[in-house]
């Protein structure tokens, strides 16, 4: 209601009266030291409030997973954009004034930067996943080919922003854009040096995410709450679209590459993956992004022999993190074309190797893990086949249509011991007043958090919704529930808030107060990666109709059919709402937005020249949802946020092959690719080679 | 300069340099700040509103342009409380997620119906196409403004 009214608060909205504007400097070379920052004598600086690394009283870190990356810089210099100094102003015009009066000097690294993946030599983690043999299998026919997957920005169309308020005592407290206020919390404490009641993070009404709200947010609070500090009084620092392009965390980039060896009927022996991920100059999340990447890399196959191994490297480009399917999305990529080539080697249809591939009840993945329940592969493929539109053919002679398929799955919640790691907390307590309040740190980021959590306390609690609240999202008053992340809200959060609203049923005071404990029946080893990787898989098939002009090289993706299961769709329109926009990004990722790159910078960081689909180059997107209970999920639901962003694209690169007749293994296939394989092609030249 | 213009129907008169964003008079002068900034160059929409019944984008527009002008925001859309009709339907068919594109995307579509009370599935295409959505897809927006055809 309030977001159709104007009335919604979102962090820029909120009148903080006394707040100063806070500005980040930030670095102009990819790689080298900090010699001098100079501040202009003839400027007034009396009204200004200058932050360096110097005046941070905690560890000068953002605490994630390594520790590697400096809330400002202090000597050395890893990325371009990287932070250097904070400073504040009383009206936007002096602080405009000063940043002009500020100068960095610096000292060139001997050794050039590292800005391309293959150039690398830093390795940040590898990971290797093996089942069965590949070495000793023997396949009569065996297929490679190699994939790259591009940068993508999550353009949330609210750019980043905090406000911070010095406290009382020494605290400070946070509103802000956020995915993961207890993130941010923790980072707040490790680096201005301060204990959990003086830290409170307040999640302001929040304008999408994507992922991109998951670690960046640590950094733009970190800055916020320096500022606030030494000003004394609140400080505001709000992004504008270029910084935010320019500096915050993008899609791992990659190169995978696939040795698949089948027998002469199609069987499936092995799969042998490599990939790499580009983490970017500090390590961030990358990580965690590379286990979903491997873990995903076999697609929804059944194969007896794998080896899969993955590694994530550093260079000297912005860090690389969190976006919407967290690796899976690039190795899923890879490994649905790879099923077209093989098919195409084979020459049999590749929706007949699919069928004869794929994942079924009682099967085993790459890592082991057995499949006992909500096994839909079979069921989302003849789903979406159905509601296919007719194939229609071009009326225009320069424009080719054609029709490409893909199958995936998504691992629903965090990766192995993640859950049981994090031990994820809600509460739901009962009101004076006859109404019932969830307590709980998960964010509403437009994918409906709140509306999901309140239906499930209510049928819980056998009351009507309009009797059930949700309580701010403070750390003051909310327990952390985990991060708003992994497709793991409404499945594993959502379990706790239907356990904790059932227990409560029927009682008038009290609280009920739910932790998440892993159900005994899940295995898993973080040092060999055997195990069951998540508590479950979500799946779904895509098909995708293009139009290619031969002329232009344009892709239009006129169609988009996804059939997903997702357990049970708690709120159907939501859930189809998660399925469009997340297949539209894919679309972008997979035809128009690319990123490129000079000397470490982003060139487009501007939204004039990095391009997002609009109403006109939207598909027209149909969506089935399937309900295949996951018995561990409420009501049984399993995740669905992620799973839209992994099938358009292999769907999309293989319908161009359908229009066209070529192979782009890579995306963006934007139109000077693709325009660049069709005149290949005219020379009689191959794109890439289908060795053996 | 004071520029003096009627927003939502009401008569304002605010003291502001004549190059002042039109986006920044209504946010930090009128507190109508249901008017967003997604990029302060004209290309994502969030900050459309109604000058004189035309979709503008507010962060384009100078103070001094508006002089005597009806400028309409998004908190003018609702009358006495009673939600529009293309309010309604936006929250009926899930039309707004993250709701930071709502408010532009609303009076885009407001203006396209003014003018064109039944338009076809394309028509709102265009219509919209000066409006980024990243959360939906676009698919349950057409839905909510094809459903206000008249």
Not at chain 1, 442 to 453: D, L, R, V
């Amino acid at each position: 209601m309030a977001k159709v009214t104007g009335a919604a608060r979102y962090t820029d909205d909120l009148v903080i009266a006394g707040a100063w504007y806070g500005k980040t400097i930030r670095s102009t070379v990819a790689r080298g030291t900090i010699r001098e920052i100079t501040f202009d004598p003839g400027f007034d600086w009396s009204h200004v409030v200058v932050v360096t690394a110097a005046d941070i009283p905690g560890d000068n870190v953002v605490h994630l997973i390594r520790d590697d990356q400096p809330a400002l810089a202090a000597r050395a210099i890893r990325h371009q954009g990287e932070p250097i100094l904070l400073i504040a102003a009383p009206d936007r015009a002096t602080l405009q004034a000063a940043e002009r009066h500020v100068r960095v000097a610096y000292e060139p690294d001997p050794e050039p930067p590292v800005l391309t993946l293959d150039a690398a030599t830093e390795t940040y983690t590898t990971i290797e996943i093996a089942k069965g043999d590949v070495a000793s299998a023997k396949a009569d026919v065996v297929v490679e080919r190699t994939f790259r997957v591009g940068l993508q920005e999550q353009l949330y169309i609210e750019p980043q922003g905090a406000i911070a308020y010095p406290g009382k005592d020494g605290g400070v407290t946070v509103i802000g854009s956020l995915q993961c206020p207890y993130y941010v919390h923790r980072a707040l404490k490790r680096a201005l040096k301060l204990i959990d009641q003086q830290v409170v993070v307040i999640q302001a009404e929040t304008g999408g995410g994507f992922g991109g709200k998951e670690e960046y947010p640590s950094i733009v609070a970190i800055h916020a709450a320096l500022l606030a500090r030494k000003a004394g009084r609140p400080v505001r620092l709000i992004y504008d679209r270029h910084e935010d392009l320019a500096a915050t965390t993008k899609r791992h980039p990659g190169v995978i590459r696939h040795r698949t060896g089948v027998k002469r009927d199609g069987t499936l022996i092995f799969q042998d993956i490599t990939i790499v991920l580009d983490g970017g100059g500090y390590c961030t999340l990358t990580p965690v992004v590379l286990s979903r990447a491997a873990i995903h890399a076999t697609g929804p196959y059944a194969c007896p022999n794998v080896r899969i191994r993955a590694r994530a490297v550093a260079t000297n480009t912005p860090p690389n993190g969190a976006f919407r399917g967290f690796g899976a999305p690039q190795s899923l990529f890879a490994a649905e074309l790879m099923v077209e080539h093989v098919a195409e080697r084979l020459g049999v249809p590749s929706l007949d190797l699919r069928r004869q591939w794929m994942l079924r009840l009682g099967d085993t993945t790459a890592t082991g893990q057995k499949l006992t329940e909500s096994v839909s592969a079979d069921v989302v493929l003849d789903a979406a086949l159905k509601a296919a539109p007719a194939v229609r053919p071009s009326d225009r002679p320069t424009v080719r249509r054609g029709r490409g398929l893909s199958l995936v799955f998504h691992g629903s919640g965090f990766t192995g011991s993640g859950e049981k790691k994090l031990g994820g907390t809600v509460a739901v307590e009962a009101l004076p007043d006859g109404t019932f309040r969830i307590l709980t740190a998960s964010t509403e980021i437009g994918q409906g958090t709140k509306t999901i959590f309140c239906q499930l306390a209510a049928d819980a609690l056998g009351v009507p919704i309009d009797r059930v609240t949700l309580a701010p999202q403070d750390t003051s008053l909310v327990p952390d529930s985990g991060p708003t992340v992994a497709s793991r809200t409404a499945m594993i959060v959502g379990g706790l808030v239907q356990q904790a609203a059932a227990e409560l049923k029927g009682r008038r005071v009290g609280k009920v107060e739910k932790s998440y404990i892993q159900p005994d029946t899940i295995h898993w080893d973080d040092q060999t990666y055997r195990g069951d990787a998540y508590p479950v898989y979500a799946w779904a098939a895509t098909i995708a109709d293009v139009e290619v002009d031969t002329v232009t090289g344009e892709v239009r993706v006129t169609d988009l059919v996804t059939a997903v299961d997702c357990g049970k769709a708690l709120h159907p329109v939501m859930a189809e709402g998660q399925i469009e926009g997340g297949g539209l990004q894919a679309v972008g990722w997979a035809t128009i937005e690319e990123i490129k790159m000079q000397d470490g910078r982003y060139l487009n960081d501007r939204l004039a020249t990095y391009i997002i689909p609009t109403s006109l180059d939207a598909p027209r997107i149909r969506t089935i949802l399937i309900e295949n209970p996951y018995s561990g999920g409420p009501q049984g639901a399993k995740g669905i946020g992620e799973l839209p962003m992994d099938g358009p694209a292999p769907a999309i690169i293989a319908a161009i092959h359908d229009a066209t007749g070529v192979w782009i293994d890579e995306v963006p296939a934007t139109a000077e690719k693709v325009l660049t394989a069709l005149r290949n092609a005219d020379c009689g030249l191959r794109n890439g080679t289908v060795g053996s | 300069m004071i520029v003096r213009f009627t927003v939502n129907g009401e008569k304002a008169a605010v003291e502001a340099p004549g190059s002042r964003r039109l986006l920044d008079v209504l946010r930090e002068e009128l507190a109508l700040t249901g008017t967003k900034e997604g990029c302060g160059e004209g290309e994502c929409g969030a900050c459309s509103v109604l000058i004189d019944g035309e979709v503008v984008n507010s962060c384009l527009v100078a103070a001094g342009q508006v002089e005597g002008s009806a400028v309409t925001t998004v908190e003018g859309l609702a009358t006495d409380g009673t939600l529009s009709p293309l309010q309604q339907a936006f929250i009926e068919r899930g039309a707004a997620q993250c709701g930071i594109c709502t408010p532009g995307m609303l009076l885009a579509a407001h203006a396209l119906l003014a003018e064109n009370p039944r338009p076809s599935e394309d028509e709102v295409r265009v219509g919209l196409a000066g409006n980024l959505c990243r959360c939906t897809g676009y698919t349950k927006i057409f839905d909510a403004v094809l459903a206000c055809r008249t």
